[in-house]
């Protein structure tokens, strides 16, 4: 999407600007700029002791629509919703007239991509489900989220958690797409309209995926679902969830969360036998650590009577009992997260 030029220039400011509201009369310090679009400049700014982000643009009306947007997320998920919380809505006064702005929740993390770069592919189903199960909340609501890429995602946490940075694409059901990115748009590949729809979000959720294999990317050449298609199928990274992907490009997927089932499915069918063999293998560990220490003190110890223990031998059996009792509470910390994490994708 090309750039509002006069948008960008009336709401440029430099770090160290006091941002102080005409109505409210909160100020926000200018840190630096985050990042900016065709409605205006993200900064993070300093308030009240602590961080937030800091959206400027000489529409009013954007901001308005923006702000609507934000009171959704929060009621679909409260104060951990896709989006960011909403802060503070005003405007500021300059010698140019009145520039509006709105401050909302700072989200730091990674990106989506490089998170999964971080810490590795077994991530990208878990954060897909949560995206599909936010968006399933989002669109009950009568919106659609419209430029859904990874530089809009951001990973939060512990626990990870995805959430969004930039809502300015989001519109309203049966609209027109206002903001898109061509590789992640249906129209681009010539497989469906700009019309704001569920099936234009989960078009955008499935190449996001296909993204997270190609993290350059690739240029359209033939188009079309062909070669999408191929492009899954050279990546064996996306054979587990090709179905799902090619379902999704081609807008078979009701709602998202026909799709995040239709995902937990394969999830469940490639990656749980792998995690009952691990949860086996981890037990088995653990008997064989008790059973050897067992049989080690056995035969430490002279028959028919009891070696009295040393200072130094006493000081060294507890600090084995120690790691002993690190090692098994590690273990079973590891099993509870693992079932938390299992519960949280029902």
Known sequence: M??????????????????????????????????????????????????????????????????????????????????????????????????????????????????????????????????????????????????????????????????????????????????????????????????????YDLFAVAMIMINTAYPKRFLKSEGGIVQLKQAIKKSPDLHPFENVIVNALQGRYQNANEMRQALLNCLSKSNSPKEKSAMRQSKQSNRMTKTNVSNQQSINRPHGKHQPLTRQRYRKNKRKRHLLEYVVISIVAGLFYSLYILIKLQ
């Not at 220039?9 to 100020?27: C, D, L, M, R, Y």
């Not at 592919?121 to 936010?134: G, T």
């Not at 399933?136 to 419209?146: D, E, K, P, R």
Request: glycine share 12%; proline share 4%; aromatic share 10%.
């Open 2 to 199: 090309m750039m509002n030029h006069t948008s960008k220039n009336q709401s440029k400011v430099n770090p160290g600007t006091v941002i102080t509201g005409k109505w409210h009369g909160n100020q926000y310090v200018v840190m630096k700029e985050l990042g900016s679009g065709a409605n205006g400049i993200v900064y993070l700014a300093k308030f009240k002791g602590m961080y937030a982000a800091l959206k400027m643009s000489d529409s009013g009306m954007s901001i308005t629509s923006e702000v609507n947007v934000l009171k959704s997320f929060a009621k679909v998920q409260g104060s951990q919703s896709l989006g960011p919380s909403l802060l503070d809505v005003d405007d500021w006064q300059t010698r140019y007239g009145l520039t509006s702005f709105y401050a909302m929740e700072y989200i730091k993390g990674p990106d989506l991509l490089t998170f999964i770069q971080q810490k590795g592919r077994a991530w990208v189903p878990i954060l897909f489900l949560q995206l599909l199960n936010d968006l399933a909340q989002l669109h009950s609501h009568g919106w659609i989220f419209g430029d859904l890429k990874p530089e809009n995602l951001i990973v939060s946490g512990p626990p990870p958690k995805i959430r969004c940075i930039d809502v300015g694409g989001t519109t309203k059901q049966g609209r027109s797409i206002k903001e898109f990115t061509e590789f992640f748009d249906r129209g681009y590949w010539g497989l469906g309209s700009r019309k704001a729809e569920v099936t």
